[in-house]
């Protein structure tokens, strides 16, 4: 029977040097992706990765096969041999893995607990999936699921409560690093979801804003006129910082953006004069050794945990209920993912009883010299009664199992009386819950917005 699995790694397991070797842009997603679902093992494959996380969702034949295979691609695209790599990598399977999930998308495994950029990230990896062709029956139930779980926790709990994100982390990093913010100079790199974000919570916060375009200076130039900001071409960077107080960087970019040695020459004309540098990209912008500059103090994602553990008290309460919550939809789930198993389980261990009693009796025939016709039926029909009676209690038992552990007992059930359901029959018989594309799609990034934020 084929296994869902969830492998990947995030800021729990990895500091921010190792995620960013393995963070997967747009592109570079739909590669792996294929790569990996090309594995004969491999059946379905959807890619989850944020700044915080790469996580793989597949389903699989040889589940160990598989895991070993991806943690082998993992490493090589990171660089990093498997043996160093493993200790950072966690890995989940059935309804272990969809708990993981849950979580992810109710904002519980997140850095800020109840973030809800997060629900956004989960329902575009999936989006992604459908659109290049590698997720499927189980994967589809899976990621609609956990998006319906993550509505669900925000819309009764107060777990988002105040909309803290990293970018408003990061807003309240500089406060108690530069003091009040009014009429301080910001310079935010970048134009997605992250940039504006940051924007929004440095307004506030009395900063004056200019907008750094690396590539979409359109999107610069609507963003400042919505802040009534600034903005400048990526190649006026120095100049810009000359008068800075502050950077925020928050981009896409596969490269380093600023690199230390000419960040110390921009300092020399600034007279050294302090500039606090808040990098929120993964893989990160800045060069690490700008922190040596003289004059600049750098943070990058990571250091924000401080600022974060001292506002979770209140998050952490309404955790509590949420995590009810996701153990009632995982009942839910493990009840869907016993149903794909169950009837294939028992019609193999029937079928596999039925070819002990043909073996028996044929290996006997012509040992029943005395016996008519007749006898030889009955002994048969003996035989046959005796297996439906031998049966009778264990299917009663196994179409009546109901909780999260289904899939282990009807695992142990195939093992022991070593069956061979077939996959594709199982999945046969599932459900039909996958949806098109345009009904997850109207599944809510954000509970209670108005409108999404444009990337």
């Given at each position: 029977?084929?296994?869902?699995?969830?492998?990947?790694?995030?800021?729990?397991?990895?500091?921010?040097?190792?995620?960013?070797?393995?963070?997967?842009?747009?592109?570079?997603?739909?590669?792996?992706?294929?790569?990996?679902?090309?594995?004969?093992?491999?059946?379905?494959?959807?890619?989850?990765?944020?700044?915080?996380?790469?996580?793989?969702?597949?389903?699989?034949?040889?589940?160990?096969?598989?895991?070993?295979?991806?943690?082998?691609?993992?490493?090589?695209?990171?660089?990093?041999?498997?043996?160093?790599?493993?200790p950072?990598?966690?890995?989940?399977?059935?309804?272990?893995?969809?708990?993981?999930?849950?979580?992810?998308?109710?904002?519980?495994?997140?850095?800020?607990?109840?973030?809800?950029?997060?629900?956004?990230?989960?329902?575009?990896a999936?989006?992604?999936?459908?659109?290049?062709?590698?997720?499927?029956?189980?994967t589809?139930?899976?990621f609609?699921?956990?998006?319906?779980?993550?509505?669900?926790?925000?819309?009764?709990?107060?777990?988002?409560?105040g909309?803290m994100?990293?970018?408003s982390?990061?807003?309240?990093?500089?406060?108690?690093?530069?003091?009040?913010?009014?009429?301080?100079?910001v310079?935010?790199?970048?134009?997605?979801?992250?940039?504006?974000?940051a924007?929004?919570?440095?307004?506030?916060?009395?900063?004056?804003?200019?907008?750094?375009?690396?590539?979409?200076?359109?999107?610069?130039?609507?963003?400042?006129?919505?802040?009534?900001?600034?903005?400048?071409?990526?190649?006026?960077?120095?100049?810009?910082?000359?008068?800075?107080?502050?950077?925020?960087?928050?981009?896409s970019?596969?490269?380093?953006?600023?690199?230390?040695?000419?960040?110390?020459?921009?300092?020399?004309?600034?007279?050294?004069?302090?500039?606090?540098?808040?990098?929120?990209?993964?893989?990160?912008?800045?060069?690490?050794?700008?922190?040596?500059?003289?004059?600049?103090?750098?943070?990058?994602?990571?250091?924000?945990?401080?600022?974060?553990?001292?506002?979770?008290?209140?998050r952490?309460?309404?955790?509590?209920?949420?995590?009810?919550?996701?153990?009632?939809?995982?009942?839910?789930?493990?009840?869907?993912?016993?149903?794909?198993e169950?009837l294939?389980?028992?019609?193999?261990?029937?079928?596999?009883?039925?070819?002990?009693?043909?073996?028996?009796?044929?290996?006997n025939?012509?040992h029943?010299?005395?016996?008519?016709?007749?006898?030889?039926?009955?002994?048969?029909?003996?035989?046959?009664?005796?297996?439906?009676?031998l049966?009778?209690?264990?299917?009663?038992?196994?179409?009546?199992?109901?909780?999260?552990?289904?899939?282990?007992?009807?695992?142990?059930v195939?093992?022991?009386?070593?069956?061979r359901?077939?996959?594709?029959?199982?999945?046969?018989?599932?459900?039909?819950?996958?949806?098109?594309?345009?009904?997850?799609?109207?599944?809510?990034?954000?509970?209670?917005?108005?409108?999404?934020?444009?990337?």
């Amino acid at each position: 029977m084929s296994e869902l699995l969830a492998i990947g790694l995030s800021h729990k397991t990895a500091p921010v040097e190792v995620r960013e070797r393995l963070a997967l842009s747009d592109t570079g997603a739909m590669e792996f992706v294929d790569h990996l679902h090309a594995v004969p093992e491999v059946q379905e494959v959807v890619a989850l990765s944020t700044c915080n996380r790469t996580e793989l969702y597949l389903v699989a034949g040889d589940p160990v096969a598989a895991e070993s295979t991806l943690l082998g691609m993992l490493a090589k695209r990171a660089s990093i041999q498997p043996t160093a790599l493993a200790p950072a990598i966690y890995s989940h399977r059935n309804c272990e893995a969809a708990r993981h999930l849950y979580r992810v998308t109710a904002g519980l495994e997140s850095m800020i607990v109840g973030e809800d950029q997060i629900q956004g990230q989960v329902r575009r990896a999936y989006e992604a999936a459908l659109e290049q062709g590698t997720s499927g029956p189980l994967t589809g139930h899976l990621f609609r699921a956990a998006l319906e779980t993550g509505k669900r926790v925000r819309s009764e709990t107060a777990i988002g409560a105040g909309r803290m994100s990293l970018p408003s982390v990061a807003a309240m990093l500089a406060g108690e690093v530069l003091g009040d913010l009014a009429g301080r100079r910001v310079l935010i790199i970048g134009t997605g979801e992250t940039s504006e974000l940051a924007a929004q919570a440095l307004v506030q916060a009395g900063g004056e804003l200019v907008f750094v375009a690396t590539r979409r200076r359109a999107r610069a130039v609507s963003l400042a006129r919505r802040f009534a900001a600034q903005s400048v071409a990526f190649d006026e960077l120095p100049e810009a910082l000359v008068d800075a107080d502050m950077l925020v960087s928050a981009t896409s970019s596969p490269h380093q953006l600023i690199e230390a040695e000419e960040l110390d020459l921009v300092q020399r004309q600034r007279a050294y004069r302090p500039l606090m540098i808040i990098d929120l990209a993964v893989p990160r912008d800045v060069d690490a050794s700008c922190a040596d500059v003289t004059g600049v103090s750098l943070y990058d994602i990571d250091d924000l945990q401080a600022v974060v553990g001292r506002n979770r008290r209140v998050r952490l309460s309404e955790a509590r209920v949420a995590e009810e919550i996701i153990e009632e939809e995982i009942q839910n789930f493990a009840t869907w993912l016993g149903s794909l198993e169950v009837l294939p389980t028992l019609a193999a261990l029937r079928n596999h009883a039925n070819q002990i009693v043909a073996q028996l009796l044929a290996e006997n025939d012509g040992h029943w010299e005395t016996a008519s016709e007749r006898d030889l039926e009955r002994v048969e029909a003996l035989s046959r009664a005796i297996v439906n009676r031998l049966l009778h209690n264990p299917t009663l038992r196994i179409k009546e199992l109901r909780d999260d552990r289904v899939h282990a007992r009807l695992a142990l059930v195939r093992d022991l009386f070593a069956l061979r359901a077939d996959d594709e029959r199982a999945l046969r018989g599932a459900p039909a819950d996958v949806r098109d594309l345009a009904e997850i799609r109207r599944l809510p990034e954000r509970e209670g917005a108005a409108t999404r934020l444009k990337t």
